[in-house]
């Protein structure tokens, strides 16, 4: 009995984790570039989603992607997050910027941290 219980709470719990979100921006030679965010293991060159203009502020600004809405908060501070559906999310880390070259298409996309 507290094995199934166990499971349980287990499978709730992991149902909850989010998929990690990665946050960026798209480079265009001589046009417009945006912060971007799509769901990290997807091809960001096809999937991305604009959070705002670059240079713009990315945090309280909500997007769609994958079904939900997300927000960043605390962007640049310690305690940077990512809401899902106004909800705490997961935490936010700056990572060493990754540039994912996207061939024929109109932008490249630069990683620059991961949301979970």
Sequence with gaps: MQLSAILLAALA???LAITPIAIGYQYRVSTIN???AYVEGKDP???DVAISLLGKERCNRPFRLAG???E???C??????ILRNGKFAGDCKAIKDKKVHCGGST???IKTAICA
């Design 72 to 74: 960043l908060k605390n």
């Design 107 to 109: 932008h490249d996309v």
């Design 76 to 81: 640049g501070k310690s305690n940077w997050q």
């Design 13 to 15: 719990s992991s149902s």
């Design 68 to 70: 939900a809405t997300y």
């Design 45 to 47: 060159c096809k999937e």
């Design 34 to 36: 945006y912060n971007i």
